[in-house]
């Protein structure tokens, strides 16, 4: 009977082995090394270098304070917003007051900046992982008046620059138009000078 019990294990043990080395060592190995070889940007976080050193992601965006910048979406990832550790939505619903008083706070100081004008949604709203690098083109319009009077440089200069950042949908209908807030203010300090 032990001998029946050890040649029933026996191959049970063998596969377990086998199959923890092939998905658990060779799989992940070759699919790294693939994605090194083929897409080594993409592979290593979509890195954006200045000079060589990082300053951002293609991937995840970043809090932008200064007027001189463009700002992106709020972020309820993590205590200070845009922590990739702790990607997540605030997970509050649309009767939470919470969300209500906040979303109405930052619509009443956005419409200081621009009054008359509505606030773009996404410039209230988190996005579900909380790390948007990117807004809407209205967003991004909306906020030249501020950004061009605190650079003290023409709205229209600005207006350009915005528009050139437009990234366009893949194959002209398979997503929105948008635009990504680093390579926004990365592209206003190459034209107008870093503040």
Known sequence: MLSDLASAVR???????????????????T???L???????????????DNGKVVGSGLIGQSFASDV???GRPSAA???GYDAAASAGSNLGPTSLVLAGRVS??????????????VPPDLVT???SGLDPHISPEAAFFQVDRVAEARNVPQADVRLVVEQAIERPLASFLGEPRVHVL????SLDARFGRQ
Not at 11 to 29: D, K, Q
Not at 35 to 49: D, E, M, T
């Open 31 to 33: 699919l790294t090394g």
């Open 78 to 80: 993590g205590a200070d």
């Open 35 to 49: 994605g090194q070889a083929l897409f080594p940007a993409q592979a290593n976080g979509s890195l954006i270098r």
């Open 69 to 71: 910048y463009f700002h």
């Open 105 to 118: 706070a930052d619509i009443k100081s956005l419409s200081e900046t621009a009054p008359g004008r509505p």
């Open 11 to 29: 191959p049970a043990l063998v596969l377990t082995l086998l199959f923890a080395a092939l998905l658990g060592v060779a799989y992940p190995l």
């Open 183 to 186: 390579r926004l203010n990365r």
């Open 126 to 128: 988190t996005s579900a």
